[in-house]
């Protein structure tokens, strides 16, 4: 009996072991036909793989990657083929089963790529299915053409709705809604261009260029054996907690020895110089950021300056590891050590430094994470009071700070407030990355209590993106896959887009480092700098010691009672609110302001008490000061016309009734606002962030300055001390603007 049960059992392993082998004989049996659709699939998936591989360096360096990401596709592309097709042989599925297991992975494939890159399910989803359309009108091209006994004529009929589809996926452009911007420079402005040498235009110092750095990266001779200065590392273990595997392989150090690597370039000649600390911001830390400002350090450096281009590559993003935690305390202590680094190298004989640096006059740079890091750095003590580690920066007088597209997020619950110090941020509303103008917010946070040398201005510029910015980070404001559905068409050239920067930079420290006035009014109105700067669409706020409030309305939530001395009153309006101003995700921003609705024409009258006429007396004004941002992108798009602009005129009248008009057009007219479409077709914006460029425009202060030179023109009799109300009138409805600051100019 047992021997028939072991021969039983040996029959049945037999049996089923030849019905295995006669179904992986069949595995391939519908699959004769589609050998080329087989084909394009992998052709097609490997394009994916290798797109996202782009996007995913290891740090080998590209051909390395691609090399063994393409031969690790294949390979699995053939086992989940064969061994998908098998199974489904088992189940005597009656269809093509090697293309069913290729078209699965296929999918799985891409699909992982596009989700990984922090792509929506819904937008990996669509993409997917319509790569994966291509990859089967491709394999079914490559079959008709191959075919032996069809004509050409029949082989061209055959191929033509295939390749409509694949033409269709790689040429079609949908048309960019509301493409067009409201250019800031016309023939006949009421601003006359500065007539000054050029600030972006290469200066007279002759300088030379080195580095400094721990002598040890594994990565770049510049920081290695072609180091001019060895610098300290430093211990940052009290930040981070891990400092995983990958990240120290690749570098060649852990938390406790991170280097201070910067790149140098400094004026030739005698004295002392101002330094300039530029610093990059977040991106893939196996494609290095910090090369990517020397258009700037060379710039700076023929003007006069020593600049160094700081390297905090070390901190940044890998999908490999992600990011070290406390991530911007990181930034902003590290740049500090860099501070108090070079002021050593400044008091040390033999070193290329040495009594070279001004650290009296000490500007700070930064770019999307190390805008953020700049101001924090203005702002250290909040959060490095009691460090010990950085003892010294009290004697570093940094008198100015620039954010490129600066991120702001809450740091141990608290934002950077600078106090005294001159503050610019520059801001591109094509930004896909950091899409939301920050720089605005950390503008209203920046405290101006002393004299007039200090300043904050604030630039947005229409056709900017964020890379274009750093010239190693390309045009994408993504990493791939994900850069490539972004919308390019709005962009202006990266070189015009260095040049803005060139420019404002450039203005920002003559002012601020070397005390040239004579620039100041660039960044009051971009219309000062027509010869130099593109013509692009710019918004501008800009604030000094020598503006005077009129109305605060972030200390009032009376719409009718601003103050003890202001009493407001709106007629005419479908709506007059004080609202708290948002960004394009709908999040607060610092400021408040009278937000007014109107349908054809309404006016908003503030009365002026006699002590506020009185304290007027006592102050030397030249002009009136009105921000307004255009909030029209409220209306609905089918019913409005977003091209037209409402008009304000402003009314001074006194008691005994005499009164002067001015209209605000006169000077500048209200700006249009910026629509952005951030990829390359309008639903994607919808769908393909989850929402993050799905508004296509963020409400953005304008300043309107209006002489009052003007208003006396028409009145000579009237004097601003005499004026009862002050009077605007909103007239060519529809229109919904938001009012942030009213106030005066005093001269200096």
Known sequence: MLIESEQKRE?????????????????????????????????????SLIIGGLGTPSGFGMIIDLIVYTLLHTIVFLTVTFAGGFLLALFYVPLPRLLLAALFYSSAITYYILSEANLSTLFSGVITAVWMGAALCLGLILMIVSHKNWST???????????????????????????????????????????????????????????????????????????????????????????????????????????????????????????????????????????????????????????????????????????PNEDMTLRAWILMKHLLEIQRFNGTANNPFFEKVDMQRVSLIGHSRGGQAVAMVADYERWFSDDESVAGMETIDVKSVIAIAPTDTQVDDMRAEPTNVSYLTLHGARDGDVHNYHGDRQYSRVAIQEGPDFFKAGVYIAEANHSQFNTDWGRMDMRLPGGLFLNRQQLMPAEEQREVAKVYISAFLETTLNGNDQYKPLFKDARYGKDWLPNTQYVTRYEDANFYPLVDYNESNNKTVLSQYIIAEGIGFESWEIESAVNRTGNTKRSKGMVFEWEDNASYVMSLDENLR???????????????????????????????????????????????????????SIQPSIFTQYTINPWFDEIMREGKYEEAVEPVFQNYELPLDAFYEQAPDIKLEDVTTITFHFLEGPGKLMMDNVGFYQSN
């Open 614 to 668: 009185e304290t007027l007396s006592n102050h030397n004004f030249e002009s009136m000061i009105v921000s307004l941002a255009n909030m029209d992108r409220d209306f609905d798009e089918d019913a409005h016309d977003f091209s037209q602009v409402p008009r304000v005129e402003v009314v001074l009248e006194t008691s005994d009734g005499s009164s002067t008009r001015v209209a605000m057009d006169q000077f500048k």
């Open 11 to 47: 029959n049945i392993v037999r049996r089923v072991f030849k019905w295995l082998k006669r179904r992986g004989v069949k595995t391939a049996a519908y699959d004769k036909k589609v050998t080329y659709i087989l084909v394009a699939l992998w052709i097609m998936s490997s394009i």
């Open 153 to 323: 004529p029949k082989k061209f009929t055959l191929i033509i709705f295939p390749l409509a589809y694949i033409l269709v996926i790689f040429l079609w452009s949908p048309t960019i809604e509301y493409n067009s911007v409201h250019p800031t420079f016309n023939e006949n402005d009421y601003i006359t261009p500065l007539v000054v040498p050029n600030p972006a235009e290469e200066g007279s110092y002759s300088f030379k260029s080195f580095s400094y750095g721990n002598g040890e990266d594994k990565h770049r001779d510049t920081f290695n054996k072609e180091v001019d200065i060895v610098s300290e590392s430093v211990d940052a273990s009290q930040f981070i907690n891990e400092w995983k595997n990958y990240r120290e392989f690749f570098w060649g150090f852990d938390e406790t020895a991170l280097p201070l690597n910067g790149r140098v370039w400094m004026p030739e000649g005698e004295g002392t110089f101002p330094l300039v600390l530029i610093v990059h911001g977040n991106h893939s830390m196996e494609y290095f950021s910090d090369a990517g400002y020397g258009y700037l350090g060379e710039l700076l450096a023929s003007r006069g300056y020593i600049a160094v281009s700081v390297d905090q590559n070390f901190l940044n993003y890998s999908n490999w590891t992600g990011i």
